[in-house]
């Protein structure tokens, strides 16, 4: 039986549902709703058409002005995408983190989280989207057998030898052409496209984050908060505060 959590906020009620399919996320979450960690906090970053974002326990009592968005419980969650099965459909309930430049293997925040909004797309815009993520997987596969052979690329480039680069690069790009059919390439699956075409989602987030949970009750508050004015830092003008408890 899954765990259902009550988002209480000053524009309304939100009820999540938290997924047995990602446990450490779930039971994270769980111990922190118990210890009251979200009890005053914020929802301290809102993009309009895009997410909610909150559970920075700095923002608890946080003046107008200060930049949010760096706090948490001193620790990570492994990362968890269970994808495709979970995705970031509209309410999809997700684990925020530091980007992959600093943070590779994708591992969430302890306590930050935020909850899809995005778009409702056509058929033709997803297969456009289809495209832009198979050439992004594709780039990254290069860039992976790539810095595999740094040394070798290193040694080319010394000796000025343009030949052996170009023999090298169409080599590499043979390899990531078939390790990207090994991997069936990207594909939307039937549910992800009834979603986003219907109640909408942020699909560019797919496989990327952590979706933990969804919006089982509320999702009007959600619209609600997506839709408010913002400051410096998509911060909302006027305070957004929660309290949590477990159902």
Not at 6 to 20: F, N, R
Not at 82 to 106: C, I, M, S
Not at 161 to 182: C, H, P, V, Y
Request: hydrophobic share 35%; aromatic share 8%; net charge negative.
């Amino acid at each position: 039986m899954s765990t259902t959590v009550l988002i209480k906020t000053t524009l309304g009620d939100i009820k999540v549902k938290l997924y047995d399919e990602t446990p450490q996320h779930r039971d994270n979450f769980i111990k922190l709703v118990k210890e009251g960690y979200y009890n005053g906090t914020l929802f301290h970053r809102v993009i309009k058409d895009f997410m909610i974002q909150g559970g920075d326990p700095d923002s608890k009592g946080a003046p107008a002005g200060k930049s949010l968005g760096t706090g948490g419980p001193g620790y990570t969650v492994p990362a968890e995408i269970v994808y495709p099965q979970l995705f970031h459909k509209r309410g999809a309930l997700a684990a925020a983190r530091q980007g992959d430049e600093v943070n590779p293997q994708r591992n969430s925040s302890g306590s930050q989280f935020y909850i899809a909004w995005g778009d409702v797309y056509t058929g033709g815009k997803l297969g456009q989207m289809e495209k832009q993520m198979n050439m992004m997987m594709e780039q990254e596969i290069f860039n992976s057998l790539a810095a595999e052979r740094k040394a070798q690329i290193m040694d080319l480039r010394r000796n000025r030898d343009q030949a052996g680069l170009m023999e090298l690069q169409n080599e590499l790009i043979a390899l990531t052409k078939e390790e990207a059919k090994r991997r069936g390439g990207f594909k939307f699956t039937p549910e992800q496209k009834e979603a986003y075409s219907t109640t909408g989602g942020t699909p560019h987030l797919d496989n990327q984050y952590t979706v933990f949970g969804e919006v089982i009750e509320g999702l009007e508050i959600v619209g609600k908060i997506q839709e408010c004015a913002t400051a410096h830092g998509d911060r909302p003008k006027e305070d957004i505060s929660m309290t949590m408890e477990l159902l």
